[in-house]
């Protein structure tokens, strides 16, 4: 059951997303479903997919906006539209898309493409991560993913940036009014920083105890104590 490929299927049809997760399910993937990029968003930070099926015509946000958004940090991209212009499909494979298919279609040619999809993923090199450990857990510099124990660790914008900032520096203080910069708050802005800073340790120190990994460096500001790999 954990060996089979996830797939997150992310569309605003509610009858069409059932349909696909349901034939997907028969053909031995494991399936998430989303029905609008804010909740792909946020199963995106929770689990590691193999592939995404992305309507681009959504309310809100597009499949086209958030393919763009996610760059190189999104899985592999199969889009789906019920536009058959040219430019259309072009528009997809510019931001990031692997494959493009168009509605109505047949569901195994749904799931050929999908195999032909992470099949390529699968072939092309490896791209060595840029990691920061510190005790169980492990930080992606590129993806600005958390992991303990290979498991993401859902982490907000604003905390995986605080994250950033101090893994590029680890071992290294980072001052107040740096930080305050990389989490766009008003200059001098400390209090909201230590607001950040208490949040992240709440999912990273273990609780009750004094904070072992991120740091506070009297009249310097906050140190990660981690490895860079």
Do not use: C, W
């Not at 999908?114 to 510190?134: C, L």
């Not at 305050?180 to 920083?193: A, C, H, M, Q, T």
């Amino acid at each position: 059951m954990d060996d089979k490929p996830h797939i997150l299927v992310v569309d605003d049809d509610d009858r069409l997303r059932a349909l696909i997760a349901k034939y997907l399910r028969e053909h031995d993937f494991a399936v998430s479903v989303a029905p609008d990029a804010k909740t792909a968003r946020t199963l995106l930070g929770l689990f590691a997919f193999d592939l995404m099926v992305l309507d681009i015509m959504m309310p809100g946000e597009t499949g086209l906006e958030l393919t763009e958004t996610l760059g190189d940090n999104a899985p592999p991209i199969l889009m789906l539209s019920a536009r058959t212009e040219v430019d259309d499909r072009v528009a997809g494979l510019e931001v990031g898309a692997d494959d493009y298919l168009v509605k109505p279609f047949e569901p195994r040619e749904l799931v050929l493409r999908i195999r032909a999809v992470m099949r390529r993923a699968a072939a092309a090199p490896v791209k060595q991560s840029r990691e920061v450990t510190f005790g169980e857990f492990a930080f992606d510099l590129d993806s600005a993913q958390l992991k303990r124990h290979g498991q993401a660790v859902y982490l907000t914008s604003a905390e995986a940036a605080l994250l950033k900032a101090l893994a590029e520096n680890a071992g290294v203080p980072v001052a107040r009014d740096a930080l305050s910069r990389i989490l766009g708050l008003d200059p001098g802005n400390e209090r909201g920083v230590d607001v950040q800073v208490t949040r992240l340790r709440r999912k990273i120190e273990p609780e009750g105890a004094r904070p072992q990994f991120v740091q506070t460096v009297r009249g310097e500001g906050y140190q990660l104590q981690g490895t860079r790999a």
